[in-house]
């Protein structure tokens, strides 16, 4: 187990639901960030916060809403999405302030299906 | 030009081979490197970070040539294990949270 859970674990929605992704780390680390992974293409980095700040946001479209209460936390809220967000969105924690030295530990990921 | 290559493969090599994969980065800026690894419907999983002088884990080689652009990954005496896909991750800049994913390169070790 890497210390970073992600609920739930495969999720249908239909384009017109509102849904979240929940991410917990149990790692102390600071700094938590959500991918998506689509197939045949590499992870893409969606957002990171560092202590509870959002220090990246890799220009999602605004159907994806990020939100990080404290630094063991992070959501991804959903709403109006479209087929092709189909994908496995996978949240990551590192530890430490000082962006990129540090190794990224990833949840499960949850698989998500868009009618 | 991709921020970072791989081959995707797959290699298939029988127990017991080496096999190498490379990848290229376009960033001469870029500051740290990794290697992780993902079996199928899991998540990645960090094998080795990349230093500049070269690192040695076990049967993992890991190499960086920052005047070619390119890191490498040796992997000796194969296991059926060692089945997977192996994920070169670059950080884009010093001291910011990107971190650029490659495709990734399957490998298939057979017996």
């Known amino acids: 187990e890497t210390g970073v859970t992600q609920t739930p674990r495969h999720l249908v929605m239909g384009m017109t639901n509102k849904k979240s992704l929940k991410c917990e780390q149990h790692l102390g680390h600071n700094a938590m960030y959500w991918y998506k992974q689509s197939a045949k293409k590499p992870l893409e980095l969606m957002f990171v916060y560092s202590l509870e700040e959002r220090v990246e946001n890799n220009s999602v479209p605004s159907r994806f809403s990020p939100e990080c209460p404290n630094s063991s936390h992070l959501f991804l809220h959903l709403h109006t999405l479209q087929p092709e967000d189909s994908a496995l969105y996978l949240c990551?924690?590192?530890?430490?302030?000082?962006?990129?030295?540090?190794?990224?530990?990833f949840g499960p990921g949850t698989r998500l299906t868009v009618l | 030009r991709k921020e970072v290559e791989q081959d995707p493969g797959p290699f298939n090599v029988p127990e017991g081979a080496t096999v190498a994969f490379n990848c290229t980065y376009s960033?001469?800026?870029?500051?740290?490197f990794f290697w992780y690894r993902q079996d199928c419907r899991k998540e990645p999983k960090l094998l080795m970070s990349v230093y500049s002088s070269g690192n040695e884990d076990g049967r993992f080689t890991a190499q960086l040539n920052r005047a070619s652009q390119y890191i490498s990954l040796l992997i000796r005496d194969s296991k059926l294990s060692d089945s997977a896909t192996y994920l070169c991750?670059?950080?884009?800049?010093?001291?910011?949270?990107?971190?650029?994913f490659g495709t990734g390169t399957r490998l298939k070790v057979l017996a």
């Open positions: 991750v670059v950080n884009a800049l010093s001291g910011t949270y990107k971190y650029i």
């Open positions: 960033n001469s800026a870029s500051q740290s």
């Open positions: 990551a924690s590192t530890l430490g302030s000082q962006g990129g030295y540090n190794e990224q530990f």
